[in-house]
Every structure is written in structure tokens, then in C-alpha cells.
């Protein structure tokens, strides 16, 4: 079993996503909000923002904390390989006045991303998904 191919680290982010939210705010004692929350903080939102990526972005768990930090509306995508990840995703990307929200499902690994077309990037716990190689 490779836990760092492609297909298993889809199925299994698709199995969790009933309980991915709760288990992961459990299992943290909370701090994982208090760590997104502090990523969150390091992205210079006083910069022009056209537009920003969240890379593997699982069901936009830092939707909430973008909105309330950036000043300036713009477009925000997320980046997510599951597909039962991104339906929960996609329940929420209306919710937001300032950020305009759309879903890539793909593999951040092989992405179709334009250099340079980014104004910030984010990424909250999906850099340990990935082998060193990756
Ligand atoms: C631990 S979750 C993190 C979700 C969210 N960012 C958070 O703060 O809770 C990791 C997410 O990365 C996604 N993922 C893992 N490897 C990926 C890859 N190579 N390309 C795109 N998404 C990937 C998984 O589907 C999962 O939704």
C-alpha cells in the first residue's frame, strides 16, 4: 500500500469527509482552527488582491477566516483532488460577499495553474499528505 498515491489519498479524504471536520477539531483539542487562524494571519492583506488559491483546500476550512481578514474582494480558488471533499465545499462557496469562490478538482501535483497568476497562496494541512519526493 503506497499511502502517498494519488488514488489512495483521493478515496481516503473521500471516505473521511463525513467526519473530517469533527474529527479533526477533536482530535487537535481545537488548535487546528487556532493554526489555520495564525496561517491565515501571515498573508499581507493590506497588498491589492485580485485573486488568491487554497491548495487543497478540503471542505474550505479557511473560507471563513480569509473573509473576515481580507479587506478587499476578489476571486478565491480552491484546489482539492476529492470529489466527496469538494460537494461539502461546495455548500458553502455562496456564503461570502467578498470572495467569489470557485472549486479546481485536480492534483495540485499536476495543476493547470498559470505562474504568476496568483496574488497569495494558502494551504492549511495538506503539505502532510505528501512524501518527501512531493
Ligand atoms: C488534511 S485535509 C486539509 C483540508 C483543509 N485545508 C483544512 O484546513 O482542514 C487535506 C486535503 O488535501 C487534499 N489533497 C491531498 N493531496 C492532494 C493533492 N495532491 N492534490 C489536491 N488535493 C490534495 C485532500 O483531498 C484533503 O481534502
Redesign the pocket.
Known amino acids: 500500500m503506497d499511502i502517498y498515491d ?1 488514488k489512495f ?2 478515496n481516503l ?1 473521500n471516505r473521511m469527509s463525513k467526519t ?1 471536520g469533527t474529527a ?1 477539531y477533536l482530535s487537535s483539542f481545537g488548535f ?1 482552527e487556532r493554526w ?1 487562524k495564525q496561517c491565515i494571519r501571515e498573508i499581507d492583506w493590506n497588498i491589492e488582491i485580485e485573486k488568491g488559491f ?6 474550505g ?2 473560507w471563513d477566516l480569509i473573509d473576515k481578514e481580507s479587506k478587499q474582494n476578489h476571486q478565491l480558488i480552491g ?4 470529489p466527496a ?1 469538494n460537494i461539502k465545499a461546495n455548500e458553502r462557496i455562496n456564503k461570502y460577499h467578498s470572495l467569489e469562490i470557485s472549486i479546481r478538482e ?4 499536476h495543476n493547470d495553474i498559470d505562474s504568476n497568476s496568483s496574488d497569495y497562496i494558502v ?4 503539505l ?3 512524501s518527501d519526493e ?1
Do not use: C
Not at 106 to 109: A, Q
Not at 123 to 126: A, I, K, L, P
Open positions: 494519488e489519498v483521493e479524504f473530517y479533526n487546528t489555520r487554497d491548495l487543497m483546500s478540503g471542505m476550512e479557511t484546489v482539492d483532488i476529492s471533499m485536480e492534483n495540485v501535483l494551504s492549511t494541512f495538506g502532510k499528505t505528501f512531493n
